[in-house]
């Protein structure tokens, strides 16, 4: 299982999102949290598939802490970056909250089918989607304890 981000190392999260207004409203949401993480961002989804299959399973450290994945993707989709997170990475058992616009019941059901830990929807109002964001990182990076491989 994945571990827990430790005291000694900054929390990295991949945000792989194509729309760039997404981006800013994400960022800013992350910003907002007041903790210090890495964010690595990631524009399509074959990019985010070659990146996320080329971290080794023996350097943790690069290792995302938590994904915040859209559906909609240029080259893949978040469903297929979904499926590929759970089988072929080496994280295997990372936090993805699936960051969405769709209200489509069978999407929903989908993500959480794949293992998705969390669907949100991004909201129409930018103060509110920057709300989301902060809530969501603050949960998942300092709020939560996860399993460990030990």
Do not use: C
């Amino acid at each position: 299982m994945h571990s827990p981000v430790s005291e000694s190392s900054t929390p990295q999260i991949f945000v792989i999102e194509d729309n760039p207004a997404d981006v800013r409203m994400v960022r800013e949401g992350i910003d907002a949290t007041e903790i210090d993480v890495a964010v690595t961002e990631i524009n399509s989804g074959r990019q985010a598939a070659e990146r996320l299959t080329a971290i080794e399973a023996d350097r943790p450290e690069t290792h995302p802490d938590l994904i915040l994945l859209d559906l909609n993707l240029p080259g893949k989709s978040g469903f297929d970056l979904l499926e590929l997170i759970r089988e072929e990475t080496a994280f295997p058992d990372v936090p993805v909250v699936v960051v969405s616009s769709s209200e489509n019941r069978e999407d929903i059901n989908r993500v959480y089918e794949q293992s998705a830990n969390a669907y949100v929807m991004k909201p129409a109002d930018p103060d509110d989607y920057i709300r989301m964001i902060d809530a969501t990182v603050d949960f998942w990076i300092t709020t939560v304890t996860l399993a460990t491989n030990d």
